[in-house]
Structures are given as structure tokens and as C-alpha cells.
């Protein structure tokens, strides 16, 4: 699996791990040292190296970043491999499982047709993740955090009474290794 390290792929590398995957990721070099703890096998700092150019037949690569990453992710992808992106186009079998209506699922044909082209002449499957709370899923990450499979990285707490001023560290782009928490104790 490959994966851009940043506040879904700190997760992401984890869970990974968990699973038995081999995995490799792209980040800054700031964050060379964390992925690392975080288990991720290879690690390519985006800043120095192009990813395309170092990492090659992953059977999964999860894109979070779309745009010219998810061009690349289907390069580095082995035939027969998955491209899954949350920052992609949406897809027609994304439409369907929403319910959408005949005029959407066109419309999201029509913008991931140039990727899902491009996956399907390298033989690689193209999907879009829309993240969404899901109450089981959440419990099962629950159960892995509370067994010490899984750390959340946390990038500053902030009291309930400075909600304000923690909203203005994100909205600023403040936070760089991880979540924003606010505590209500």
C-alpha cells in the first residue's frame, strides 16, 4: 500500500500495518521519523524524490491528494492492482451507491471518464472513497486504539473554552502532524 502521510494517512499507515500490508508512503522530511515509528516500511520524503519514480508495483495505492498524485498513483500501481482516492473524481459506482439520481451518476461518469480510462488501460481499478461517520467502523478503530494497534497522532489539545482559537489553528493551517482535539474535561 502507498499512501501520503497526513492526518488520514497516519491512520491509514497503521491500519495497514495492522492488516499485514508492506507499506510505503510519501511525506515531508519533518515527518520522516514519525512515519517511521508508525510502521510504514518505505518512506519517500515528496521533497527531494518523486514517488512515481521510486515505488512501483503496490497492489493498493490510497491517494488523498487527487489532482497530478492520483495521475501518478496509477502508475505505481500493478496491473490488476487498486488506485482507491478520497480526493478523486467521483465515480458512476459511487453515484449508484448513494442512490443518485440517472442525471448525477452521468455527471460523475463524465468527470472520472479521463481516470477511469487511464486506470483501465494500465489494468488497474480506479475507486473514490467518500468518507463518511459510520458508527461500526468507528467502534472497531475504538476497539484498536484502546488494544494499543492504534495511536491516533495528535497535533495540540486545546480546553472547550478556546474551541474558538482551535478552530483558528486549523482554518490558519496551523496543525502539521495530526488531529486538533478540544477537550471537555
Known sequence: MVEEVGRVG????QLAKHLGAHVATTVSTAKVDLVRELGADEIVDYRTQDFETVLHD????????????????????RPGGRVISIAGPPTPDFARELGAHALVRMA???????????????????????????????RELTTLID???????????????????????????????????????
Open 147 to 185: 488494544a494499543g494497534k492504534l495511536c491516533p497522532v495528535i497535533d495540540h489539545v486545546f480546553p472547550f473554552g478556546e474551541t474558538r482559537e482551535a478552530l483558528d489553528y486549523v482554518a490558519k493551517g496551523r496543525a502539521k502532524a495530526g488531529k486538533v482535539v478540544i477537550s471537555m474535561v
Open 10 to 13: 497516519s491512520i491509514a499507515v
Open 58 to 77: 503496490y497492489d493498493v495505492v490510497l491517494d488523498t491528494l487527487g489532482g497530478a498524485s492520483l495521475a501518478k498513483s496509477l502508475r505505481v500501481v
Open 108 to 138: 460523475m461518469g463524465a468527470l472520472s471518464l479521463r481516470t477511469r480510462r487511464r486506470a483501465k488501460s494500465r489494468g488497474v481499478r480506479y475507486e473514490f472513497l467518500f468518507m463518511k461517520a459510520d458508527g461500526d467502523q468507528l
